[in-house]
Nanobody
Framework: QVQLVESGGGLVQAGGSLGLTCQASGFSVNVNDMHWYRQAPGKEREYVATITKNEETMYADSVKGRFTISRDGAKRRVFLQMSSLKPEDTAVYYC?????????WGQGTQVTVSS
């Protein structure tokens, strides 16, 4: 079964850190670009970060320098390490994979940053 399952969300104070994990099943995270997105209440889903199959990383300007995306191919996991968190980082965070016309989202994990 091809699926993505996120975990690691929670409540953290502003300035704190949190790590998210995306567990993939049914495909390799090593040979595909993997992405993180987020959706805040009342807002559209927005792009956060990418790790490519060549291990290049890309970030939205809003998280650059604070978030780090990485992966463990052997365990089929993708990580998002978040630091210096701000209240505006509060959102449901989603792992995402797309190849051609096939697109896959996880169920999301809630991150809440208190001021």
């Amino acid at each position: 079964q091809v699926q993505l399952v996120e975990s690691g969300g929670g409540l953290v104070q502003a300035g704190g850190s949190l790590g998210l994990t995306c567990q993939a099943s049914g495909f390799s995270v090593n040979v595909n670009d993997m992405h993180w997105y987020r959706q805040a209440p009342g807002k559209e889903r927005e792009y956060v970060a990418t790790i490519t199959k060549n291990e290049e990383t890309m970030y939205a300007d809003s998280v650059k320098g604070r978030f780090t995306i990485s992966r463990d191919g052997a365990k089929r996991r993708v990580f998002l390490q978040m630091s210096s968190l701000k209240p505006e980082d509060t959102a449901v965070y989603y792992c995402h994979f797309v190849r051609g016309t096939f697109t896959l989202w996880g169920q999301g994990t809630q991150v809440t940053v208190s001021s």
